[in-house]
């Protein structure tokens, strides 16, 4: 079973604006994570965030989590038409640190 | 340094038949994985390698078998392909304490009929 669902499943805004996407998970972790996928691609690391950390920058991305609500976000300021791609979060499961469940993604679009 | 490596990229089958998927990575990563990923659900993890010489199911194994070679190396054998199998598979790797990133093949395409 899935441990993270990402919320939407898509969105669409024009170059420029911020894009905020989100996850919720089942089951306590250590760590989440964030990865992008660009169509007919492999997934790509962005950030990692532990849960003894409330919030994490990288460039433009900002990712926060929220323990008590087993939640995280992640967010893209200032889109370009390049990060046009899929988003999943990442949970390290009940079998260890070394597993990841993986949410369904949300399908991120940038318009130009 | 090439990351991690798949073979092959596309590949059609029909019911019963087998193949091997391989993956190799440069990174002497100690961990290796492989996911499927079908529309609407994400990556699903099908077996994991913690080590050479060690392998353990993940969510979804049936249907299949591995082989850890040697560090570099985590093969994916279909014995008897069925439709159900038609997917995409990615091979991962990850080797960093503290740190569980985990770095992903381009995926290989696989249609059985």
């Known amino acids: 079973s899935q441990q993270g669902e990402e919320d939407p499943q898509a969105l669409s805004i024009q170059e420029g604006e911020n894009a905020t996407m989100n996850c919720s998970y089942k089951?306590?972790?250590?760590?989440l994570q964030w990865y992008r996928q660009n169509s007919g691609r492999g997934l790509v690391h962005l950030i990692l965030?532990?849960?003894?950390?409330r919030e994490k920058h990288s460039g433009r991305l900002r990712v926060t989590l929220d323990t008590s609500k087993k939640s995280s976000s992640l967010l893209i300021t200032a889109s370009r038409a390049a990060d046009t791609a899929s988003y999943f979060c990442?949970?390290?499961?009940?079998?260890?640190?070394?597993?990841?469940?993986f949410g369904t993604g949300t399908r991120l679009t940038i318009i130009p | 340094n090439a990351g991690v490596t798949q073979t092959p990229k596309f590949q059609v089958l029909k019911t019963g038949q087998s193949m091997t998927l391989q993956c190799a990575q440069d990174?002497?990563?100690?961990?290796m994985y492989w996911y499927r990923q079908d529309p609407g659900m994400g990556l699903r993890l099908i077996y994991y390698?913690?080590?050479?010489?060690?392998?353990d199911k993940g969510e979804v194994p049936n249907g299949y078998n591995v082989s850890r070679l040697n560090k570099r190396e985590f093969s994916l054998r279909l014995e008897s392909a069925a439709p159900s199998q038609t997917s995409v598979y990615f091979c991962?790797?990850?080797?960093?304490?503290?740190?569980?990133?985990?770095?992903f093949g381009p995926g290989t395409r696989l249609t059985v009929t």
């Open positions: 991962a790797s990850s080797g960093y304490r503290g740190s569980y990133e985990q770095y």
């Open positions: 089951t306590s972790i250590n760590n």
């Open positions: 965030i532990r849960s003894n950390e």
């Open positions: 990442a949970t390290d499961s009940n079998f260890g640190n070394e597993k990841l469940t």
């Open positions: 990174m002497n990563h100690n961990s």
């Open positions: 390698s913690a080590s050479e010489g060690t392998t």
